[in-house]
């Protein structure tokens, strides 16, 4: 579904990836991997369009959106959840979702009434401004409000970033639930080890913006595999 | 009793007055932060429109309410595409642009059409208050002011593309992953903001006669105006012109006009010493 090879981005004359490789087949869930500052956030940036690409190909679906801008990408079928979840924070959580919704294809009341039904914590929530809620609150309306668009390819990134424990045990039930139902595409960015475990078919490390090796998610659930692959402690 | 009514409509004039000359500028520049110092000469170009349109016998009230805004409008977009879109996120950059804008507007109209132009006269005729005579065009900018603040409002508020507006102001890389494309909505709402500039400026042309240095008369008190109301900018431009209009009138009646405006600035001053954030900054936080 997504081919990329040797992209290379970064921000102005700071070079971040230096070269990533990566195929994501239809319906996979893809971990990535990595220390912070190694490019996890970058990458993601770039595949959306947010910031160039300097080398290297970005295809989805057999078409090349390597130089497409961030709304064109999002039309072509991409969604993103940026970190930081960058809810509008004067919005309701009503307005996030119908901002979602722009590129539905089905009538605004329907497709949101149908989102919300993954996301019941949401409901009694949607006359609240965005900024109100917490930060569990908002990563559950950041992913509710990209699902919204129906896209087909759903960037991921950090969901557990400041999240209390009991919103990311929901987190994943919702996505494992979700990828099932709709047949999504996902790439999912993360430090968090137990959460890229439990949801990822396959987990890439990626080491100083290039993606080093695969491994199973299996192996990233013992620490001293983990330690030896990224130097991260567990 | 007569005159407490006449003061009282003086006072509602002064208020309509300072909505129109800020209305545009609050989308301008509340909304996207442009600090569009050619703003002035917009409202001069909207009464010019309506002026040479009307001396062209076109109907008074076509060129007010149509060529006006639509001219202004056009040239709005033109701005925008032309250089203003370069320059976002800029500030002092954009401030020197439109300053050269401003001046080049100036002499540009003064070249072509000289330093007088043939004005329009205000219809409508007069109605009594008690004695006094007052001119019913008065009442049309009252109930215009009214009209637009509660257009822009209900567009910002209720319509898919006020929506979007929101969004986008709010956060514009956010916008633009949900598939709104921000140059678009940057260009269509610079073009909305000079096009309520020219239709403010139609308004005003019989009231406050047409040449071209009339944009330097009503710049200053529109930036006062809409940084005084604040970030909600409906709700803040609302608020703030009518207490500078009714502090400017009543000013006006106890002393002379003249210690009007000086009352409207000072008071200006000590609102922006108190409330740097403006009006909506403190109260009213989740106003439009």
Known sequence: MLQVSGLKSGYGRIPVLFGVDLAVAEGALVGILGHNGMGKSTLLKALMGMLPAEAGTVVLEGREITRLAPFARARAGIGYVPQGREIFPALSVRENLRMGCLLSRRPEAATIEDVLTSFPRLTRLLDRPGGALSGGEQQLLALARCLCGGPRLILLDEPTEGIQPSIIDEIIETLQGLREARHLTIILV????????????????????????????????????????????? | ???????????????????????????IYGLMRVINLAHGEFLMLGAYATALATNQGVNLWVSMLVVAPAFVGLVGLAVERGFIRFLYGRMIDTMLA?????????????????TTVKGVAAPLGEFSIGQYRQSAYSLFVIVMAVVL??????VLRYTKFGLIVRATMQNPAMAAALGVSPARIYMITFGLGAALTGLAGGVLAPISGVSPTMGSAYVAKAFITVIGGGAA???????????????????????????GEVALLVSAIIMIRLLPQGITGRFFRRSL
Do not use: C, H
């Not at chain 2, 439109?98 to 000289?114: C, Q, Y």
């Not at chain 2, 603040?149 to 209900?154: D, E, K, P, R």
């Not at chain 2, 900018?233 to 210690?259: C, D, H, K, M, R």
């Open chain 2, 233 to 259: 900018i409906v709700t803040g431009t609302g608020i703030a012109s009518v207490l500078f209009g009714t502090i400017n009138q009543v000013a006006a009646y106890e002393t002379t006009p003249v210690f």
């Open chain 1, 190 to 234: 993360e430090q968090n080890l137990k959460f890229i475990a439990a949801l990822s078919q396959r987990v890439l490390i990626i080491q100083k913006g290039v993606i080093t090796r695969e491994v199973s998610p299996q192996a990233i659930q013992d620490p001293a595999l983990v330690a030896e692959f990224v130097g991260m402690a567990a």
């Open chain 2, 1 to 27: 009793m007569d005159v407490i009514g006449l003061v009282a409509f003086d006072v509602l004039n002064s208020i309509a007055a300072l909505v129109l000359l800020s209305l545009g500028l609050g989308v």
């Open chain 2, 149 to 154: 603040v509660a257009g822009v409002w209900l």
């Open chain 2, 98 to 114: 439109t300053w050269g804008l401003s001046l080049f507007i100036v002499g540009f109209i003064t070249t072509v059409f000289g």
